[in-house]
């Protein structure tokens, strides 16, 4: 049987080794920032348990309109992930999670699993707020032109949010 303390320094060993920022706060647990072009980070908790790797991200808050659109489309991409699926927590809020047998922990396995988790994450997001956020996005871009204030941050959204196109 594999030991907990062997999974936990293989996972230490591979998050120094790709230079990844991140903390240690208790025995078998780390949290991991992974920097992103949409999603400006994903912070991802990787808990060495009695028998299996767990993998959590934060996605997304629960989404303010479109429910059913939003959750279809998480849905769909579901079937084609590795490592990790979206899920919802007990408030609707939306996460990716997965399980890994600690037998399957190695290196570069940890490296493949959180590859993915920052590729769901990043690329999945604008898509997400588009989707679930659609008229928080027009109010907000609203509510910064009138005050003349930075809209770089919503540019992704500028298609359906800016009045002017």
Avoid at 10 to 27: F, M, N, T
Avoid at 35 to 53: C, S
Avoid at 75 to 85: A, E, F, I, P, W
Avoid at 128 to 136: H, M, P, Y
Wanted: net charge negative; charged share 30%.
């Amino acid at each position: 049987m594999v030991e907990r303390m062997d999974v936990a320094g293989v996972v230490e060993s591979a998050l120094k080794s790709a230079e990844a920022s991140y903390e240690h706060p208790r025995p078998g647990a780390f949290l991991v920032r992974l920097p992103g072009k949409h999603k400006l980070a994903t912070m991802t908790w990787l808990i060495v348990g009695e028998r299996m790797l767990h993998v959590e991200a934060f996605f997304c808050r629960k989404p303010d309109e479109n429910h059913a659109e939003f959750y279809r489309w998480l849905l769909t991409k579901n079937g084609s992930m590795y490592g990790v699926r979206f899920a919802l927590d007990d408030v609707g809020d939306v996460h990716l999670v997965g399980r890994t047998p600690l037998s399957a922990v190695t290196e570069q396995e940890i490296d493949r699993l959180l590859g993915c988790v920052l590729s769901y994450s990043d690329e999945s997001f604008d898509r997400a707020l588009e989707l679930g956020f659609a008229s928080s996005i027009r109010r907000e871009w609203e509510w910064r032109a009138k005050r003349g204030e930075s809209l770089a941050n919503l540019q992704a959204f500028a298609r359906f949010a800016d009045p002017a196109r």
